[in-house]
């Protein structure tokens, strides 16, 4: 048996108790960040590799308190996901994604937006309708928006998922599966998916050059994809090398650190202009 004192078992508790009354505020917190606008999105490109052109964007949300300062999603996302207000924040981040469709088409900018969709949603009936009738009333063609979705996503209603993947694609959005590689997913079920596209997860790309399993998982997922009439992104590039690599193998879109990171509106567009892209 370990030795455990009496002080370590008060000062574990003490902390468990700090970790609760913060979660408890952030829960509260994060209804009025939505209803207020405390919420921000930020921009990652992603580089078409043929052409070598900035045509696609990814939005990652943010939480700007106006306490703790920017709050990263990975923070409040399961949060949101547990006490039922994923519904209300994905709303909120594709109606400012179409906002800003708008606004770089002010600008000249034809982009296309891809935004990230939590499995809570897809358990929601209502969800692609209310996407499909959103994108209409607002005016942003449905091909301008990507919808990004993980494995997990799928898992707990496969039926109810695929009834509603199908009809968004029907509707002209493009799917994307998000960290594919990282899921527990079989081919046999990814192959029942409607989807347009695989985004290679970061884990295999950001040491690509270093380790030889990762080549050839990556090598391979490329193949497997083409041959399946996917399109591929490879998230988490994070340097020169690895962007040529995966350019010579055929990889339509590459995104990461290399290129940019995540970037609020006027520095993205700052960053836009600048760049060769
Ligand atoms: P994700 O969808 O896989 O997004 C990619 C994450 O990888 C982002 O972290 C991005 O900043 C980071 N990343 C991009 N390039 C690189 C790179 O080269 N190297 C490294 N190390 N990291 C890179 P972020 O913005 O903190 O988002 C984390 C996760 O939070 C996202 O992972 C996504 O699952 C979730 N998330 C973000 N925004 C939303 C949202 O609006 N809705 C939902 N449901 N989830 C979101
Ligand atoms: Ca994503
Ligand atoms: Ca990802
Ligand atoms: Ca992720």
Known sequence: H????????????ANIDKNSIERFQLINELKVAIEQNQLVLYYQPKLNLAKQKITHVEALVRWNHPARGIIPPDTFIPIAEKTMQMDALTRWVITEAMDQYHRWQLLGINMCIAVNISAENLKDEQFCHWVINALAEHNVPVAAMTLEITEDAVVSDPELAVKQLTLLRKNGLTLSIDDYGTGYSSLAQLKQLPVD??????????????????????????????????????????????LEWLTKLNCEMGQGFYLSRPLPEQQFNDWLGQSDY
């Open 2 to 13: 370990a030795k455990i004192n009496k002080r370590d078992y008060q000062i574990y508790d």
């Open 197 to 242: 596209e695989l985004k290679i997860d970061k884990s295999f790309v950001q040491k690509l050059l270093e380790n030889e399993a990762d080549q050839i998982i990556v090598q391979s997922t490329l193949q497997l994809a083409h041959n399946l009439g996917l399109k591929v992104v490879a998230e988490g590039i994070e340097d020169k090398a690895t």
